[in-house]
């Protein structure tokens, strides 16, 4: 691995959680792009990894049409104070019920764009479910006719995810330790191996 890595090279291809809430990683050095370096590492992430992770629930929820009832309904109940407020507590329950477990990269270019991995709790229990392509130029028309730029907000969220993940990998930003008496050299204590793609 270059352990000299600068942030502008790192680019994520794929993270997710681990059983141990480590993080397996995945990433490319870009004057490399046919080194695909990759890490299960029993680290826990930092706590704004959770916390930006957190913010893909609303483009996690649109890509998977939840939005289509409360669009209809705050458009609908714009007149009455009580149904607009529990139309909007409809929809915050919503994206509450989501849970984000990883985000891969998907396409180069003008076609770039992320999949999320993660779950939905139902009243039957809690159900594994994958996103659809998020591109970053998609956008797409609610059920009151209003743009929803999607893709701003999950390559904008996505890139906050891939500058933790690189202050998790090389300056060694883990969860859990808020007074550490040494800096850490990386973030990782699992083996990184290196794959030849293309």
Known sequence: ???????????????????????????????KPNDLYSVDSDSQPHEDYGTKLDALKEVFAYSLGLNNGWTFARENNRHNDESLKASI????????????SGVSVVGVGSSKGIKISGSLKTD???VGLSSPIIRFESEFIDSIDETVMIGDLAE???????????????KGRRGGELFNSEAPVSGLNGAITLSKVG
């Not at 507590?89 to 984000?100: M, P």
């Not at 904008?156 to 090389?170: G, K, N, P, Q, R």
Request: cysteine-free; glycine content about 4%.
């Open 156 to 170: 904008t969220v996505f890139s906050a995810i891939e500058a933790e993940i690189y202050l998790f990998i090389y």
């Open 124 to 126: 039957l229990g809690v």
């Open 89 to 100: 507590r409809f929809w915050k329950d919503e994206i509450e019920r989501i849970t984000i």
């Open 1 to 31: 691995m270059n352990t000299k890595l600068e942030a502008k090279s790192f680019e994520l291809q794929k993270v997710k959680f681990n059983a141990k809430n480590g993080l397996v990683i995945s990433w490319f050095d870009i004057n």
